[in-house]
Each structure stands twice: as C-alpha cells, then as structure tokens.
C-alpha cells in the first residue's frame, strides 16, 4: 500500500537526506522549559529572550508614569504638548478610579495638579 506525503512532509524528509538538520545549535540537547511541565514555558521565554518587563496592575502602572512624568516632560518641546500630557495622565488616572476594583483592591492613584507639572517643567527649560 502506498502512502501519502503531504509537500511539508516531503520538504522536511528532503531536507534531512541532504543533511540540513545535521549540526544544529542543540542538537542532542532537551529544548530548554520542556523538561518541566509548565504550560507558560513559551511565555516565559519570549519574556526573557525580547526582555520585556512583566505587566503591572493599572493601578501600579499609572504610580510608575507619575513616578517618570518629569522624565517623560523633559522631552516634551512645548507647553500646550507638556499640559496635554499630564491632562491625558490624570484622565486615565480618573476613570481607572470609575472602574469597579479589581480583587476588591481600590486604586490609590492621586491625580497630578497639572500647573504645579507645568510650573516644573518650565524652570527645568
């Protein structure tokens, strides 16, 4: 009886004739996250490999951007640009308050007074 080759499965077959998968970095060597049962392990390595920073709550990320907001007005050109960032940061700030608590935690996240921001960032020009 003859069996069917899909076109994938001929191209790989092919390929290992001709020796193409011989001599591969790791080869002979388990695939690293494998051994472990852990069904995030292609998360996890795309994190670590991209170095991307773990997620924070919103809540957490919005304290981090009040935390950096002189660093990020620093770049900042002009002055409606500067006023139109931190209104955009304090309305963000205003309706992660709306929203319902996440795990019955409140956000804690106070709004930045938008002419003292300004106020800073002009003396630091």
Known sequence: MERY???VDRQVREAQERGEFDDL???GRPIPG???HDPNWWVKG??????????LPPGLALR????QLPTALAGVRDEAAARELVEDLNQRILDLR???PEAGVPVVVP???????????RASR
């Open 5 to 7: 080759e899909s076109w």
């Open 25 to 27: 970095p790791g080869a």
């Open 34 to 36: 494998v051994a472990k």
């Open 46 to 55: 795309l994190i670590e490999r991209e170095k991307i920073s773990a997620p």
């Open 64 to 67: 981090r951007e009040v935390e």
């Open 98 to 100: 709306r929203r319902p």
């Open 111 to 121: 709004t930045v007074d938008v002419e003292a921001a300004l106020q800073r960032w």
